[in-house]
């Protein structure tokens, strides 16, 4: 998402807020029910379509909140949400935007955990029932159309299948339907846990996030905890241990260790190691089974230099042991999360004569930087524009004949990085218009005159590729500078958001304050950025984009800026894809994909329920598949991506094109994808070319950082 960073002394100071909440104050700066109507009105001083609390938002505020509590429909009842929308559907705007008063937040949330506690009475009696996995029965898991229960009996019917469904899951890895009774238990008496501890700071936290989805659905509150995550993803880096956590049962298990990160080589912490306890420095450990995730991430950070001791429990065969693992923090850079590079080789034949291509290939996850260090004027500071050019000067130096950007699943970053890394590619011009609430506009132009690569460009996107990805792949079509190639279209994300700090321990909230378009005036809201070539993929299927979303800010366009076009797309795009959808038909692996879509769209009335019934032919590996999965490094692999394969054979066409050479009909070939096949034949195994990036692999996150 494009993202600025302001501060938000100004904002307070406009609007007459109490300085207290500036300066130092109550109850360690925790959120009150003035907090939450002052912020409700900064929300409004800052947006880019509203500035009052109507009725309406009145309405999807309190929807939102309910939703929060209970997404699934399993603990109110339909009187109780008749109830409430009776008394506050239209008032929230009268009660809390003028008079201060939340009682609305206490009542919903005092009925939630009546509901919870009568729920919860229930599931300790259901869990020890005796369920038939031989029948036929299903569960409704669509969301959007399922009402409330109307009586305690169809609630109670609806936990029945929902905890037979999740025995059904437990006995897959335990393979003792005793073994998943003790398991959903401890996992219910975790919840009531949870649920106790939370403070009314935690709740107006969730409502504030209730009204802020309620204006657009990129609008949001975050408390202190997200806030720093938030960082550590835009940065790049952190202070800590390098290892991604996860919780299951009470326990906090490391899910995975950051390549370089301290953990990792130290040696000593492994993965699937359970942390029972954390101390530091000198300190006695302090208990953490059954700790909150984000409680324990807490005491795992911190600053650099400084010894954290890890009392871990690590399975062993058939034993386990406890053990203790000092780490020193240190500063642990994310670079698998930074742009790389590879270069990947292709035969075609020029002039009847054999010929390897070099086709660069850069994976850009994000558009990151680091705003702190930016603003501290720090040399050398990380960010997605100069990361990229590096790896062009290296591409470069390597001979490529062409440049593939890998934007899939780019969920956007820094606004200006998407401009500057744009601007590598065609140098001076303008590469997006930014639309204020008063309806002005402004162009953003890439500052740097110079262009850092001139040669074929390919840019690969898919439905999660948002944000600041679709300025770039928008930037890139609308100079007709790069071939866009993926899914039908991006994501549709086409607003703005300023991160605004609150005081020390308060957070911050993200405001939409802008909406962007692209050179040509067309916006990516709600459309995204369409592909010139498709290729087909079961994501393009699911309801994944802006327009899905609730509360979505509307598509428009503006005028034209002024720019040049370079005219190296349009004439080579019906040859290109003619060539693409004659290989993509005799592709043996693209027509699995191809099986998967058509039976994805047989079964539309199937996907919104799931079966009860135990299959025989249940993986009872699937623990250990996804151990194994969790150790994969998430590295480059062409083999096992079909669309990068497609892309790159599109790319070595391209290059021939621009060439004005002939193309062979069998060309353009992958050798390191034929050497594989060859070895598979040889050795009679099968080899693994399931599209995309692999799905069982976790990005390395923060040091300690939750799943």
């Known amino acids: 998402m494009p993202v600025r960073r302001s501060r938000f002394v100004p904002f307070f100071r406009t609007l007459g807020l109490a300085t207290w909440l500036l300066l130092g104050a109550q109850d360690a700066f925790s959120l009150s029910c003035s907090e939450v109507r002052q912020l409700v009105l900064l929300y409004f001083k800052m947006h880019f379509s509203y500035n009052s609390f109507t009725d309406e938002l009145s309405r999807r505020t309190l929807d939102n909140f309910i939703k929060s509590w209970d997404p699934g429909r399993l603990y109110f009842y339909q009187s109780d949400i008749d109830e409430f929308n009776t008394k506050y559907a239209t008032k929230l705007d009268d009660t809390i935007g003028r008079d201060m008063n939340c009682a609305a937040i206490d009542d919903v949330m005092n009925r939630y955990s009546q509901r919870f506690m009568e729920r919860n009475q229930f599931i300790t009696k259901v869990v020890d029932e005796k369920y038939d996995f031989t029948v036929d029965e299903y569960m409704n898991t669509d969301r959007k159309n399922l009402t409330f229960p109307k009586t305690v009996e169809e609630v109670n019917d609806r936990w029945r299948k929902f905890i037979k469904f999740q ?11 005793d073994k998943a009774r003790e398991k959903l238990k401890k996992r219910y008496e975790l919840a009531i846990k949870r649920h106790n501890d939370l403070s009314k700071d935690r709740v107006y936290g969730v409502f504030l996030n209730a009204f802020s989805t309620a ?44 390549k370089g990160g301290a953990a990792e080589k130290g040696g000593l912490l492994k993965i699937n190691d359970k942390i029972i306890a954390v101390g530091q420095e000198n300190g006695e450990p302090v208990d953490v089974i059954d700790q909150d995730l984000q409680d324990v991430v807490k005491r795992i950070r911190g600053a650099r230099g400084t010894v954290v001791k890890l009392s871990v ?20 850079q994310l670079v698998e999360q930074q742009a790389s590079s590879n270069v990947v080789e292709v035969d075609v034949k020029e002039n009847n004569k054999n010929k390897r291509l070099k086709i660069g290939v850069i994976t850009l996850p994000s558009f990151y930087i680091d705003f702190e260090g930016r603003q501290k004027r720090l040399k050398n500071y990380r960010s997605s524009s100069n990361d990229t050019k590096e790896q062009l000067k290296a591409l470069k130096a390597k001979n490529v004949d062409a440049v593939v950007i890998d934007l899939r699943s780019n969920g956007g970053g820094g606004l200006d990085e ?8 065609f140098g001076a011009g303008p590469v997006v218009q930014v639309k204020a609430s008063n309806g002005e506009t402004e162009t953003y132009f890439d500052p740097d005159e110079s262009t850092w690569y001139d040669g074929p460009l390919v840019v690969m996107i898919n439905r999660h590729s948002a944000s600041a990805s679709e300025i770039f792949a928008g930037a890139i079509q609308d100079y007709q500078r790069g071939l866009i190639v993926g899914d039908t279209h991006t994501f549709g994300k086409g607003t703005v958001q300023n991160l605004n700090d609150l005081a020390p321990k308060l957070g911050a909230v993200k405001v939409t304050v802008n909406q962007f378009y692209r050179a040509s005036g067309a916006s990516t809201q709600m459309k995204g950025v369409d592909s010139d070539i498709v290729l087909p993929s079961i994501v393009d299927e699911l309801e994944i984009g802006e327009k899905f979303y609730d509360y979505a800010l ?139 990036k692999n799905p069982g692999s976790v990005a390395p996150a923060a040091a300690a950082e939750k799943k």
């Open 167 to 177: 025995l059904m899951n437990l006995k897959i890895g335990t393979e003792s339907l």
């Open 215 to 258: 204006l657009d659905p990129h609008s949001s509150y975050l408390p202190v905890e997200e806030l720093e995550d938030f960082r550590i993803r835009t940065r790049l880096s952190l202070e800590g241990i390098g290892a991604s956590l996860r919780s299951e049962d009470g326990y906090t298990i490391v899910a995975s260790l950051v």
């Open 313 to 332: 429990i690590r399975q062993e065969a058939n034993n386990s042991r406890k053990l203790v693992v000092p780490i020193i923090r240190e500063k642990i």
């Open 418 to 425: 998407s401009i500057n890394t744009a601007g590598l590619f």
């Open 554 to 692: 509307p598509y428009e366009e503006i005028k034209t800026a002024k720019y040049q076009k370079f005219n190296l797309i349009k004439p080579f795009v019906p040859e290109l894809k003619k060539r693409s959808e004659t290989r993509l038909a005799k592709d043996t692996e693209y027509q699995k994909v191809k099986a998967e879509i058509d039976k994805y769209r047989k079964n539309k009335d199937e996907r919104n329920r799931v079966s009860l019934k135990e299959k025989k032919d249940d993986d009872k590996d699937l623990a250990k598949k996804e151990e194994d999965a969790l150790n994969d490094p998430n590295e480059f692999s062409l083999k096992d991506d079909l669309y990068m394969q497609e892309a790159v054979r599109i790319t070595a066409d391209y290059v021939q094109l621009m060439k004005k050479q002939k193309l062979d009909p069998v060309q353009p070939l992958l050798p390191a994808i034929a050497l594989e096949k060859e070895k598979a034949k040889v050795s009679g195994k099968a080899v693994s070319e399931n599209p995309g």
